[in-house]
């Protein structure tokens, strides 16, 4: 398992546009484990390339139903509005409120070079939109409603010289996209039922 560094706001390399990727290398393969690794041990639900640092058109997701791979992809169709929190594995500790289309159909490429479609709705659409912007250069922070809010309340760390840490962790966008899985499932029901 290869960890890489996660960029965060302020490096200039997450406000840049990236290179389409024409052929599989084997150092884009090593890339693409990589960044598995890396959503994982950050326990995110998706990452781009540019947020380890390498601008290709490469990101990937998993909200849950196993990892999704796309190389140059590009939503063809989007419908719907949600709107609540995100988070991002390079804005640790903090989340903010989006409006996103609530239905995605994204076409791109996979590991193997091969054009696949994916439809999403709800989470993985939000997850689809917002890991398409970092290959733009287009951070969540520029689409939030308001203002930015910590995700990691003082109840969670521990004064100075206690066991855990005061640094937020990366687990902000995992727990942000998760609260607006439970949320959006929430009102599904509510109006499924009539309330």
């Known amino acids: 398992m290869a960890l890489r560094q996660i960029r965060t706001l302020g490096d200039p390399i997450l406000e840049k546009s990236c290179r389409e990727v024409t052929e599989m290398t ?7 484990r990589d960044m598995l690794d890396t959503m994982y041990d950050a326990e995110g639900v998706g990452l781009a390339a540019p947020q380890v640092g390498v601008r290709r058109r490469i990101v990937v997701i998993d909200v849950g139903e196993g990892p999704i791979i796309l190389i140059n992809p590009e939503i063809k169709e989007s419908d719907g509005e949600q709107t609540g929190a995100e988070g991002c594995l390079s804005v640790p500790g903090q989340a903010g409120t989006v409006t996103r289309p609530n239905h995605v159909i994204v076409r791109a490429l996979n590991e193997k070079m091969e054009e696949i479609e994916v439809e999403g709705t709800e989470l993985l659409a939000r997850a689809l939109c917002h890991e398409l912007d970092h290959l733009d250069g287009i951070m969540y922070v520029t689409k939030v ?32 996209l998760a609260a607006q899985a439970e949320v959006t499932g929430k009102e599904e029901k509510a109006n499924e039922t009539g309330k």
């Open 145 to 176: 409603e308001g203002e930015l809010y910590d995700t990691v309340s003082e109840d969670e760390t521990e004064e100075p010289g206690g066991e855990a840490s005061a640094e937020q962790t990366p687990a902000s966008e995992a727990a942000a």
């Open 26 to 32: 084997p150092r884009l393969e090593e890339l693409i």
